[in-house]
């Protein structure tokens, strides 16, 4: 989501890249990317462990 604000006059894009930590947009960009990140790789971590190519056998391969 990027918002546009006027600063001097000038617009310019604001999105969760120009967000401070002080800012909500920081942290629930945050909290957005952890959240897809846990969703995303957790079925697939459980499937390659369930079929015994967890990391250690993995890691013979790079």
Same mark, same amino acid.
């Given at each position: 989501? +990027?918002? /546009?604000? %006027?600063? +001097?006059? $000038?617009? +310019?894009?604001?999105?969760?890249?120009? @967000? !401070?930590? #002080?800012?909500?947009?920081?942290? #629930? @960009?945050? /909290?957005? =990317?952890?959240?897809? @990140?846990?969703? %995303?790789?957790?079925?697939?971590? $459980?499937?390659?462990?369930? +079929? =015994? $190519? =967890? &990391?250690?056998?993995? !890691?013979? &391969? &790079?």
């Amino acid at each position: 989501m +990027r918002l /546009l604000i %006027v600063t +001097r006059g $000038k617009h +310019r894009p604001w999105g969760a890249m120009d @967000a !401070h930590p #002080s800012d909500g947009l920081f942290w #629930s @960009a945050l /909290l957005g =990317g952890s959240t897809v @990140a846990v969703l %995303v790789t957790t079925p697939v971590n $459980k499937r390659t462990i369930g +079929r =015994g $190519k =967890g &990391h250690a056998v993995v !890691h013979a &391969h &790079h």
